[in-house]
């Protein structure tokens, strides 16, 4: 089962130098998101034969037109492709009331539901959404207008049964309660098999983390805490600092920075200004306090794991 | 001087096969036009070098989202590229409320100002724009929703002075008065030169039609009678003529009728459902009542001049 992350657009604001806008597709625990949608994010989509039927949650960090002018096209299509199945898109509010009326100005009645579901930044760190497989944070983000970041993991794992220990007394109702970390006890009450002895500690769960756009500040450091692959915005480099501060961007030595303090597994930097025609000087920047840091590109996949990402080459 | 369209979007609907949506980059008499903004027209513009700044007249043909839906993008990509100047936008009803909802929902405050003409297609065959250079006529069309195609004409051209004929006795205000067309006087109202004597009749004024999305019906050839270049959407084969007639689109058969009937220059056939993976049966189809017929690619230019035209290998 591939995790991964899939870049779509890289670009801020406008499109430049063949970049498109801000865009992801993730694959988690054999299930499928989309995080912001530019212009032509169904373009990229089909350009890298990502099934967007398979995405029931769309998750929104903020209404500036660069991270959701692609909604309306996306959408749109999905309709005409004979979708029936519901969707649900988190954002902060005001984007029901945008899509609304762009859908009822041109006559557009869709044959599926969607579920906008309205995050408040002020509510912080919180739990948006879980099924069996992960669980979705949000947290605020620093920007113009209300933005949130998104913490993708998957739920804990069962703990793995040292096989070389079982014996013909261990039942498989047993195991099933071992893995879970609980001792199996006998009609009085007495330990038969403990946990401890026939498992051993759970994998760690994957996780991943979309911080754009946001200025730097440093409790987001706690929010993306040991992900293992953290998106950060890097509209700027350093020498750029103040134009970062004024637009509520990062600079590439920001995001380094929240990576190195979150200690997560390895950091991807987008979101580039178009003064940028090459993203060398940006990761550089960012490498020189974080190392494992990879500059996004169009198309680019990212696995979403600790263990794979700490042996790649950037 | 370049007139010519370049094709930015083939695509109906749905983006397939690497086409883009409808859009159309218009250059006529030293003046620029665009026609329709699908999704991703900002970024066909930045592909073919096309300057959106000279852009002071976008005509919209109907608010189905495949024509409409770059408009976001792009406007605001205006406004971060530090317009100033207005821009006026036709389309029928409906456009500005849809506009104004998104932009304000997004805390998008424009610099420079759209005037939004609202065109009713039961006005009928009307003249929407002028300058001294063009015009720009509206017409009804047959679609599922208000939608209204465009003739762009450019003006009346003066006559052509007969250089062998001027003499010493020609001053620089007769030949103003020649090239109208009028007859120079003496003081006693007598006919000293006789315009027809000393000018031959005005070169055509260039002329090209937009229709699209359409079902086909007899009178629109009326509206597009002669014009140098001649767009038609050819959405189907006759072979989907039912399903042509049901979603009011047209045949790429009824395309080149109205291009026969209309003695136009040339037609350029698009709007191609995804179901054609290649345009090939559409223009033969198109070519056997109308042979010179391009199908649409992007990137294409076609020179909107009869003159011109005729030479042309499809």
């Known amino acids: 089962m591939k995790n991964e992350l899939v870049v779509l657009g890289t670009g801020a604001a406008i499109p430049a130098h063949g970049r498109y806008l801000s865009s992801q597709f993730i694959t988690l625990n054999d299930r499928y998101y989309l995080i912001d949608c530019g212009e032509g994010t169904q373009f990229q989509l089909s350009k890298y034969k990502l099934k967007i039927s398979r995405v029931n949650e769309i998750f929104i960090s903020h209404l500036h037109g660069d991270h959701f002018f692609g909604l309306f096209g996306l959408l749109s299509s999905l309709n005409l492709l004979g979708r029936t199945k519901n969707i649900t898109i988190y954002s902060p509010p005001g984007l029901e009331a945008i899509i609304n009326s762009c859908f009822i100005g041109s006559g557009l009645i869709l044959r599926y539901t969607i579920n906008f579901i309205e995050i408040l930044p002020q509510d912080g760190y919180q739990l948006i959404f879980e099924d069996k497989m992960n669980k979705v944070y949000s947290f605020p983000l620093e920007h113009r207008i209300d933005t949130i970041g998104f913490r993708f993991e998957e ?10 220990k079982l014996h013909p007394e261990i039942k498989l109702a ?3 309660l071992l893995k879970k970390g609980v001792d199996v006890k006998d009609e009085n009450g007495n330990v038969r098999f403990r946990a401890s ?3 051993k500690s759970a994998p760690d769960s994957r996780s991943f983390a979309y911080c754009s756009d946001t200025a730097y500040f440093p409790k987001l450091s706690d929010y993306v805490k040991g992900v293992d692959l953290l998106y950060h915005e890097a509209t700027f480099h350093s020498s750029e600092q103040e134009r970062a501060k004024t637009t509520c961007h990062s600079t590439a030595l920001e995001a380094a920075t929240i990576a190195r303090d979150a200690e997560v597994g ?3 930097i987008g979101h580039f200004s178009s003064r940028y025609d090459t993203t060398k000087v940006l990761k550089e920047e960012a490498k020189s306090i974080f190392p494992l840091t990879f500059a996004a590109e169009e198309g680019m996949n990212i696995p979403i794991d600790k263990r794979i990402i700490k042996n790649l080459k950037d």
Chains 1, 2 share one sequence.
């Open 155 to 164: 739920q804990p794992k069962e703990r793995n049964i040292i096989k070389e």
């Open 174 to 176: 047993d195991i099933i």
């Open 197 to 199: 002895d026939f498992t």
């Open 266 to 268: 390895a950091l991807l």
